[in-house]
């Protein structure tokens, strides 16, 4: 991949990963309690800390004819209604905001409706597919299950937004080598892939396309400010890492046994 190719792209050194936030208009796929549904206050007082201490987030209001590479960049997925009140907050904070829809759920009760999508979208804020149904896990679906997942939801939040959508963040995170050589096929025409493995950057530094594929860092309910505060400077990912690595270790030997049985129950 040319040098020209990473250039004209906004590469931030850090991504990280919301889904929801506790509010009255709703939260999506998460319940009351969940460890992904999360307390504002807490998350922003992160922010404020990080911006006072010179960390840069990707802002609203950045040039393109100027590209400069921010230090953080946040994601927000699955669509929950309690979406557009997180667009509302970085938008008070001039921080551009990346919102992964899964289109399924649009319109539906504690889901973000089709206004409300082009409501973030207007605030300067990009919009992304999250897949349909949100499948999980989503390494286990067939070469064509997948192409449907993100073809259909492309085809949704192109019809509403009147625009290419080709950044891509995979429901449940849960990926293989496989799952990515999918999802770089060229007939997909995603520019941007999203995981949920906690690296900073890119999750390979070995492109042989022109698709980015980013490490997140998901930010959970039992986190404090100054836990959030470290991640946005870069500290402590090698533990949430390992902790990732070990469970996604575990499940994959969960994959393979069922795997196994069926085939065995197949005879």
Request: glycine share 6%; charged share 25%; with cysteine.
């Amino acid at each position: 991949m040319s040098n020209n190719y990473f250039e004209s792209r906004v590469t931030p050194s850090r991504v990280i990963m919301l889904h929801d936030i506790e509010t009255d208009i709703g939260y999506g796929l998460q319940t009351r309690g969940s460890r992904y549904l999360l307390k504002w206050d807490i998350v922003k007082k992160a922010i404020q800390y990080a911006l006072s201490d010179g960390v840069i987030f990707e802002t609203l209001d950045q040039n393109s004819k100027y590209i400069f590479n921010p230090d953080v960049r946040i994601t927000v997925d699955d669509g929950g209604a309690s979406s557009l009140e997180i667009a509302d907050q970085l938008k008070d904070l001039n921080i551009k905001g990346y919102f992964f829809i899964t289109t399924k759920y649009i319109d539906k009760k504690n889901f973000l409706t089709k206004n409300q999508i082009k409501m973030i979208d207007s605030m300067g804020h990009e919009i992304g597919s999250h897949g349909h149904t949100h499948a999980n896990p989503f390494c286990e679906l067939s070469n064509d299950e997948l192409v449907n997942e993100v073809n259909f939801s492309q085809m949704l939040l192109e019809k509403l937004l009147k625009k290419k959508i080709n950044i891509f963040s995979v429901p449940g995170g849960e990926i293989r080598n496989s799952t990515l050589t999918k999802l770089k096929d060229p007939q997909l025409c995603l520019n941007e892939i999203y995981t949920s493995v906690p690296v900073q950057g890119f999750l390979s530094k070995n492109h042989s396309s022109n698709v980015l594929i980013y490490g997140r860092l998901c930010i959970e309910r039992n986190m404090t400010s100054d836990q959030i505060y470290n991640y946005f400077k870069g500290y402590d990912w090698f533990y949430p890492c390992l902790d990732y690595k070990v469970k996604r270790f575990r499940r994959e030997i969960l994959y393979k046994a069922r795997s196994i049985f069926k085939q065995i129950l197949r005879g």
